[in-house]
C-alpha cells in the first residue's frame, strides 16, 4: 500500500487514489480478456482495454497530485498522460505509442462507447490495426497487470490477506 498521508489539526487525509484507481485499472484489464463477444464485431475490447490503461496511467500520475490535477491535465488523452510520465515509466516502443495514439483519439471523443455510423460504413477500419496491435504485442497495461499481481500478492501476505482496498467502504 502506497497512501501519501498528511495529518494536522482537523484530521488525516489520507491519498489512496492511486491504489485505487491500480485496482480498478486491474479489474478493467481482467474484464477485457474474459470478454467474449457473441458478434463477429464489438467495440468493447477497446474500452475495456483503453479505460484500464487510462486508470493505471491516472494512478501513476496520482503519486504525486491529487485527482482534479490529474483529470484537468490529462481529460481521457491517453497519450497526453502517458507522456507526462517520467522517462523511466515510459516503456511502449515507438510503434506501441503509434497505437495508444490511435486509440487515444478515439477513446477521448467516446468512440468505443456509443455507436458511430461513419465506422460502421466503413467497417470500422480504423480499429483493427489497434486490436492485432494489442493481441501481438505487450501492451503497457500487460505489463503493468503483471507487476500489480506480484506488487498486490506481496501486499496482501505482509496484511494476512487483506489490504485498505478490501474495506467494505472503498
Same mark, same amino acid.
Given at each position: ?17 492511486? $491504489? ?13 480478456? $474474459? ?22 496511467? +491516472? ?12 483529470? +484537468? ?45 461513419? $465506422? ?34 506481496? $501486499? ?15
Amino acid at each position: 500500500m502506497n497512501a501519501t498521508v498528511i495529518s494536522g489539526v482537523g484530521g488525516i487525509d489520507a491519498n489512496l487514489s492511486a $491504489d485505487a484507481f491500480h485496482r480498478w485499472a486491474t479489474h478493467y484489464y481482467k474484464c477485457r480478456h $474474459d470478454f467474449a463477444s457473441p458478434h463477429k464485431f464489438s467495440p468493447v475490447p477497446y474500452f475495456l482495454l483503453c479505460r484500464a490503461i487510462e486508470l493505471e496511467l +491516472r494512478s501513476r500520475h496520482l503519486r504525486g497530485k491529487r485527482q482534479l490535477e490529474v483529470k +484537468r491535465a490529462y481529460g481521457h488523452h491517453l497519450t497526453k498522460a502517458y507522456a507526462g510520465l517520467p522517462p523511466v515509466e515510459q516503456i511502449l516502443t515507438p510503434e506501441e505509442v503509434v497505437v495508444l495514439e490511435q486509440a487515444s483519439d478515439i477513446y477521448a471523443s467516446k468512440g468505443f462507447e456509443y455507436f458511430e455510423p461513419e $465506422d460502421a460504413f466503413t467497417g470500422f477500419r480504423r480499429f483493427p490495426t489497434f486490436l492485432c496491435s494489442i493481441r501481438s504485442r505487450r501492451s503497457f497495461c500487460a505489463h503493468e497487470a503483471q507487476q500489480a499481481h506480484a506488487r498486490y500478492t506481496a $501486499d496482501e501476505q505482509r496484511s494476512n490477506g487483506r489490504t485498505v482496498m478490501d474495506h467494505p467502504q472503498l
